[in-house]
């Protein structure tokens, strides 16, 4: 099992700036795909921004050139370095890891969310 923990939430002015950090502990298989997700209250959890394993990256539409996802493996940690941040972008955000145990005769990946963390961008 694995179990993500988010950090670095926070109140920010819009333009401002937050550091997110997710560490997935207690893993006893590899940790393959890392992502933040978000929230706003009466809305759907939507995808803001992955990296594979091997350090490939997905970011929603609206927060590129905005928003970067980084890992450490050595740490099995992500961040998600937000700039310029709009009204928009206020939600809960939620770490998602992906966990790959192998056997000999079996292959299975399982996705673990954490608990959250509020950001809250004023206008």
């Known amino acids: 099992q694995v179990q993500p923990v988010e950090s670095g939430g926070g109140l920010v002015q819009t333009g401002g700036s937050l550091r997110l950090s997710c560490a997935a502990s207690g893993s006893t298989g590899s940790i393959t795909v890392m992502g933040w997700y978000r929230q706003a209250p009466g809305q759907q959890r939507e995808l803001v921004a992955t990296i594979s394993d091997g350090g490939r990256t997905n970011l929603l539409d609206s927060v590129k050139g905005r928003f970067t996802i980084s890992r450490d493996d050595a740490k099995n940690t992500i961040y998600l370095q937000m700039n310029n941040l709009k009204p928009e972008d206020t939600a809960v955000y939620y770490c998602?890891?992906?966990?790959?145990?192998?056997?000999?005769?079996?292959?299975?990946?399982?996705?673990?969310w954490g608990q959250g963390t509020q950001v809250t961008v004023s206008s």
């Open positions: 998602n890891a992906g966990l790959q145990i192998r056997a000999p005769t079996w292959d299975r990946t399982s996705y673990h």
